[in-house]
């Protein structure tokens, strides 16, 4: 099993729709969280963090439930240049050894 | 933000030649930096760490020989493929993490270089 498993999509929404992404990740000593997007050809680039008592930056919510192991990214009023690919990112550090692991991604277009 | 550059943006070179990727951190110290792999339609994987004045800590199934990682100072990491095969061809990614701020745990990525072996 994947240490981070998304729907790899592709999901195709029109503009202005509200779009949910989903993510579950393995390992129970995670401890931090993150949504990165990742426009074709370009590094990923920091969305938003992720905590347990679920944030929200604009359009953006985030939503992280460690029982279920499970985050989730909330996109309303989606835009076209929401259209990326959308990294579901999980930290774990062990003995002082930090670790990012990405899951594949899924991809989103708008459509106008 | 917090500003990460790499250097070439891209590179083309003939197998079994050696190719040197840079990364900086432009705006802040950086005492650790990773090193990572992306190839087409998969996820980044962790390379390595790279810390600054110590030797680099590789990943499993990494050569640590093929891959030379050098962290001089406290702006600049560099990643030498060496021997480079057509295989190596992949987007070479590294991220460095700047000390305090709200999320410690924070990366912020450099533009990537993506390296073409023929």
């Known amino acids: 099993r994947k240490e981070v498993e998304q729907d790899p999509g592709p999901f195709n929404v029109p503009e202005g729709a509200t779009v949910a992404f989903n993510c579950t990740y393995s390992n129970s000593a995670s401890q931090s969280f993150f949504w990165y997007r990742q426009d074709c050809r370009k590094e990923p680039k920091l969305l938003m963090s992720v905590y347990s008592s679920g944030n929200e930056d604009g359009r953006f919510t985030a939503q992280l439930n460690r029982a279920s192991q499970y985050i989730s990214l909330l996109i309303r009023d989606s835009k076209l240049s929401d259209s990326a690919t959308y990294l579901c990112?999980?930290?774990?550090?062990?003995?002082?050894?930090?670790?990012?692991?990405f899951g594949t991604g899924t991809r989103l277009t708008i459509i106008p | 933000g917090a500003v990460v550059s790499q250097h070439p943006s891209w590179v083309i070179c003939k197998s079994g030649t050696s190719v040197k990727i840079e990364c900086r951190s432009l705006d802040f110290q950086a005492t650790t930096m990773f090193w990572y792999r992306q190839f087409p339609k998969q996820s980044l994987m962790l390379m390595a760490t790279?810390?600054?004045?110590?030797?680099?800590?590789?990943e499993q199934g990494v050569e640590k020989d093929k891959f030379l990682i050098n962290h001089a100072s406290l702006t600049l990491s560099t990643l030498t493929v060496t021997s480079a095969h057509p295989e190596d061809s992949s987007f070479y990614i590294c991220?460095?993490?700047?000390?305090?701020?709200?999320?410690?745990?924070?990366?912020?990525f450099g533009p990537g270089t993506r390296l073409t072996v023929t």
């Open positions: 790279s810390n600054e004045g110590s030797k680099a800590t590789y």
């Open positions: 990112v999980v930290n774990r550090s062990n003995f002082g050894n930090e670790k990012l692991t």
């Open positions: 991220s460095a993490r700047p000390p305090g701020g709200t999320s410690y745990y924070e990366q912020y």
